[in-house]
């Protein structure tokens, strides 16, 4: 590939196409010279180490290549798996360092380190590990695998406040994490998230649905409807004589896109197991099951634990009982649900007349707000995040780069 090339590969999309943190005027001369000789626009090279990149990523959106210079990391290792946390997939991350050590190039490798280049750098060495980085070849495509996370909602009974959910969870996890979230509405007709967001449904969704072929970035760039900085939404309004007939495929194929761009990808299902709904039950790493204390939302929350662990056993299945207090005496006591589901509620909203309506009303997540509802919302934000990163804690990369659909 030529250095034309790499430029056309790295220039085509918004976010930043190359950040470089190198940490002496030697190495930064060698990096200025091949950022010129391969014409790569908008290039960033900054004079700092991995340390810099992790505070600066955390607030910024991740470039498509990244460069960082590791030589003063006393635990590179678990600076790389901090890295990851603030990086959006798709990264691809080159380290510089001074140890010439064949066991740490293995270890950077194994976590999903594109390339590691050992200082003092030569213009073709840099040269020729970029191109390979964006050709994708070899042990160069590691990091590029790496996908983001699917969660998957579904109310077991109709009205319990699913939606409610995955509008707040997408907008905590956008919002208090700083992650790049995607909130996808699967139901064309009766779907109520652009709603619950104060938002105008996309035109096109449906489109691309019943046919595979126009899903690319480029039609993502023109359906998805922004929230703000982090958080985008797809969704769609469709009229109610003419039944949508998504197609299985194409549900595959726009999930990975959304995956290979975004951290989190929320998914608020109807509770109708069509094709579509079976795929994203298939290739969910979470699932949420919001149901009432009801004997109904009893059965059918057993049913889809019960199918869960038959289709996707590898999927984490959380258990929400919603609305909890509004019918104090019709309501089955918790104890006796969790032995009618065979396993324990994790999470428990409480009817919160006060805080919720208002805000479901005004167009604005649940989440946003105050109340026990919202607190409780925004603690399972933070448990499906995972902890905050930490120096000091090592394999998490390993982890995020494994993860697929």
């Not at 073709?124 to 042990?139: D, I, K, M, T």
């Not at 077991?156 to 996890?173: E, K, N, P």
């Not at 004589?241 to 959304?258: F, K, N, T, Y």
């Amino acid at each position: 590939m030529s250095g034309t090339a790499l430029a056309k590969e790295t220039g085509t999309q918004e976010r930043q196409q190359l950040r470089a943190f190198v940490a002496d005027d030697e190495t930064r001369a060698v990096v200025e010279q091949v950022v010129g000789d391969l014409v790569i626009p908008a290039a960033a090279i900054h004079r700092g180490t991995i340390r810099d990149a992790i505070k600066l990523l955390g607030r910024q959106r991740s470039p498509r290549v990244l460069l960082v210079d590791i030589s003063a990391s006393e635990l590179p290792l678990s600076d790389i798996n901090e890295l990851a946390e603030v990086c959006e997939p798709g990264v691809s991350v080159v380290a510089i360092g001074d140890r010439n050590d064949v066991g740490l190039f293995r270890e950077l490798i194994n976590h999903g380190i594109s390339d590691y280049l050992v200082k003092p750098l030569t213009p073709s060495l840099l040269q020729r590990s970029l191109l390979a980085v964006v050709e994708g070849g070899g042990a160069h495509s590691r990091q590029t695998g790496r996908l983001g996370r699917t969660i998957a909602v579904m109310g077991c009974r109709g009205g319990v406040g699913a939606t409610t959910v995955a509008t707040s969870l997408a907008w905590a996890i956008a919002t208090r994490r700083c992650r790049r979230v995607v909130l996808f509405d699967l139901d064309l007709q009766f779907g109520s998230v652009a709603l619950g967001m104060d938002l105008d449904p996309a035109h096109g969704l449906r489109d691309a649905l019943e046919n595979p072929g126009r899903i690319d970035g480029l039609y993502l760039e023109r359906t998805l409807v922004r929230h703000s900085e982090t958080l985008w939404v797809l969704s769609a309004e469709e009229t109610l004589d003419d039944p949508v007939r998504a197609d299985r495929d194409a549900v595959g194929l726009l999930l990975h896109e959304l995956q290979s761009k975004f951290h989190f990808v929320v998914v608020d299902l109807p509770r109708q197991l069509g094709p579509a709904v079976q795929q994203v039950l298939q290739s969910a790493n979470n699932l949420l099951l919001v149901s009432d204390l009801s004997l109904a939302g009893m059965r059918d929350t057993m049913r889809l634990n019960q199918l869960m662990q038959a289709t996707n056993a590898s999927c984490i299945v959380t258990v929400i009982a919603s609305r909890v207090g509004e019918y104090r005496t019709g309501e089955i006591p918790r104890a006796e649900f969790e032995r009618g589901i065979g396993r324990p509620i994790d999470l428990v909203l409480p009817f919160d007349p006060k805080h919720v309506p208002p805000l479901v009303n005004a167009g604005r997540p649940v989440a946003s707000g105050s109340g026990p509802t919202a607190s409780a919302l925004c603690r399972l934000a933070d448990q499906l995040c995972g902890a905050k990163p930490s120096a000091g804690k090592g394999g998490l990369l390993a982890r995020l780069l494994s993860r697929r659909s």
